[in-house]
């Protein structure tokens, strides 16, 4: 009895009606709910590129954005059981994402670099911040950014990482987080104003 | 731009950011940084671009790590109660396993033990699952609380989710257990009012139901956020609830027993209505502190669900006090000088009783007479009588008018001849044992009333003395033998109630009824067609006279009755040794040894209540206050099962009292006949020559200063007497019992 209740709730299934990329996130999300692979595959198909920016941004690091994303996909087909409204299934997913980069940090326990790659691209001026006239100079400014970034507490990290990476609205950040819109400014504003004076702190 | 100072001027700045307003640009070194990190973050080109079969190899990944982790790991991750997500892994599951272990084996060595360290290890267990539950397992420890609605959390909040719950169901648990000995208590306390009491009851289990549901709706709401909507889940999770709250009720029901056995017994209001109060306010907190974890319940919501709870909390409390002022205090309470007259009235004689030695063999000193199927030589010096045959005839009816009764009975009338030659010569020894100053045939221990295993075998052969002598008359009335008929019926009148007059406890005094019937059928017949001269029938009227029961019969033994059955309840109470064996421990079912004393306490004081406000209007021999066999109020399991059937004794009781009232009128009137040659056209008529006074009909249900004469035609040379009541169908006969001729006892 127990192998068939097993069955019925976890192991993977493919559901009468295929779902693919061209699906929505929603029936994506339905799909998913039955344990349905293929609806596994439309998800990653569809969210894959913006899951792993907001993941190579907090972590900037390839590989372990990879292990990051794997472990959210996981998490997501799991539980998708769990995930009660279908429209919510993108927030959640760049949520979990979020987390498992704060997992991996956590586990690592050391302070990320940005790979090799990065640095080379680095060199390049990023839209919006006054050109320095030394690029060596300006690409220790922008690393530095990010290194600020990175050590803001979670809860500042993930509200900027949704406004700033994944440009949510502050609608779509209050259904995220499940707070109210003016939590979600002052949230904000509150992880902006930390990021200065961190900033500020490192300088000094 | 101007610095920001406060939270509010960030705020405003921070939100011009977000709309990306011009204004914005060009105004300080801060405004530079945070345009600098906006850039740095939403710029994609330093992130490396994908591979292409990045989604199969990603898809392929995943459902390969799915596939790879164990079964339980796979069922508990997505269908238990997030609780249990870390018990399911390995050692927590040997934990959890050897906890239930523990507790079971605690269960079986003692009961209140098992309350105690159940509470203890419930609370340990929730601590300990919520510190397991951060720890890593290998996978990525789990996002937040609700993956799709609250983020972020304090740990305040996180404990309240899981905490609160457990402890709502644990004190939920001790408010179910508190409010079934409450219940118990109050229907001591209004035990006149039967059909109150089970309205009262089924109140207090919708209100326990309603405040639980009320309560653990929002946290049940809560949980199924985080673990779906499907049938295993919600399954698996309505198991869980309803585990913890029967552990819970369990516990607390050994430890409230405990603790609050006095302070029930005399505060049962207040502590309903504390707990009431208390399992509101505890649905208010579990409802307010969950619902910042849910995504539909707000204050609000939870304001109103609360309000509610409370709202039918009072409701209850009103309730209670409502009926507690309405039905008054205890009798016991109420009635306090006659509540000790009657105990130590009944004292006084118990110890008189005991007072005789046990050298004689246990057998009472007022023995004068021993009646045994089988003799049993050396058991004392009384008068030995060998029933031989005639006890076949103590356990039927047979004058009863059922078919199936008589059919029995002419089976049975067949042994008569032998049992009569043998009947007729212990004969003697009656008529000797009539001389005596007291009978009595049973142990002393008996005499409490409950050892039904040697008591009631004594009455019913007892009863077989009384069929025999019913016999003798009958067959002599049928052979034209009068004076032989009114000796018989004379002698077992005499017998019926000389044989029990040691013997006060209420089933003495229905056996003592039981013999008063039989020997009183074959009167009305003999009176009116056996030609009696009038000193027989006078001897008739005066040993009827004699054995009528006394007005006061049945409330003297109420009063015995009570007091036997208080001591009992009170022995099994305390749980000692108990003296009186009226009953063994092994007749009562072991479900009682776990029930709180506070039950059994309950009980008793139901019993007494009930009993001796009966016992008080039995003076008056109203009608019973209630009938049939719900005379008893389920919630009193002990008292339902030992208490005997006292509406039942009570209808018999008014009804032979009617019956011999009735043949005394009966023989004054055809007394009356001999003398003027014809039946009076009044009852007024025979007093007082022929009756002191005219009786009041006791069948009547009404109470005694107004209960109604017998119903009186008379037609010259036939009368009838008519004695009208629905309590005669409570002992199986018809409501209209008619005297005379034409009627159902028919001279004709």
Known sequence: ?204 | MTEPHDQDTFERFSELLDQEDETCENQGVEEELLLGLRAVLRDRTGTPELPSDFTKTMTEAVLKRHKESPWATRFLMNTSPFLLGGAGRGKSLLSALGLGGLLALTGLLSFDALAVVGSVLLVGFVSWLLARRRQDSGLPSMPGLAENSPFPESRFHQLCFYLVPTLAILLSGTAAALMFQGLGTISYTFRGDEAGLVQLGVFFGVCVVLLLSLGWKPTLQAYRLRFGRSFPAVFTLNMFFGGWFFLATLATLGVTGRMSVDAMRQHSALWLMSLVGVLGVLSFLTTRLSCSVQANVSLGQALKRSTASLAISFLSIGFVLNMFYQMHLTKELLYPKEYKQAIDEVESWLADQMAIPDSKNGWMEVKRFMIRDDIDAGLGDGIELRLGALKDFADTDLFSKDPTTMEKNEELLKRWPQAKAQFLEELPRIREALKKPHFASIPTEATDGYDFATLVPNFILFRSISQGLALLAEEAFLSGEPEQAVDYLVLGLEWSYRANESNKTLIGLMIRIAQLSIASNPIEKVVLRGNLNDSQLESLDAALAAAQVPRMALHTAMNHEIYLVDKWIRQFEDREPRAVKEVSLEDVPAFYELLPDSYLGSERKAYLNFELSRASNWKSLGAPEVFGEDEINPFNLTSQIFVPNTARAQAQVMTIRSRVDALRLVIALERFKRKQGGYPASLQEIVPNYLQELPRDTASGLPWPRKPGFEYTSHGQTFQLTSRSQVYELVGESSRQVYGYHGDHSGE
């Open chain 1, 1 to 204: 009895m127990y192998q068939a209740v097993l069955s019925l709730t976890t192991d993977a299934k493919h559901s009468p009606e295929t779902v693919s990329s061209s699906n929505t996130l929603e029936e994506i999300a339905v799909a998913l709910k039955t344990g349905d692979s293929k609806a596994l595959e439309a998800l990653v198909s569809k969210t894959e590129k913006a899951c792993f920016h907001l993941a190579y941004s907090l972590l900037r690091d390839r590989e372990l954005s990879r292990d990051a994303l794997q472990d959210a996909y996981l998490i997501v087909f799991q539980r998708a059981g769990q995930l009660r409204e279908p429209k919510a299934l993108k927030s959640w997913l760049f949520r979990i994402v979020t987390h498992c980069c704060h997992d991996i940090r956590k586990k690592r326990g050391f302070e990320l670099e940005a790979d090799v790659e990065e640095k080379e691209e680095a060199a390049r001026p990023p839209v919006g911040v006054k050109p320095e006239a030394d690029p060596a100079r300006r690409v220790a400014d922008q690393n530095r950014l990010r290194q600020v970034f990175g050590q803001l507490p979670e809860i500042d990290r993930t509200a900027l990482a949704l406004r700033e990476i994944c440009s949510m609205s502050y609608e779509e950040m209050s259904r995220t987080l499940g707070v109210p819109l003016g939590t979600v400014r002052s949230r904000l504003a509150k992880a902006r104003k930390r990021f200065i004076s961190v900033y500020k702190g490192e300088k000094s």
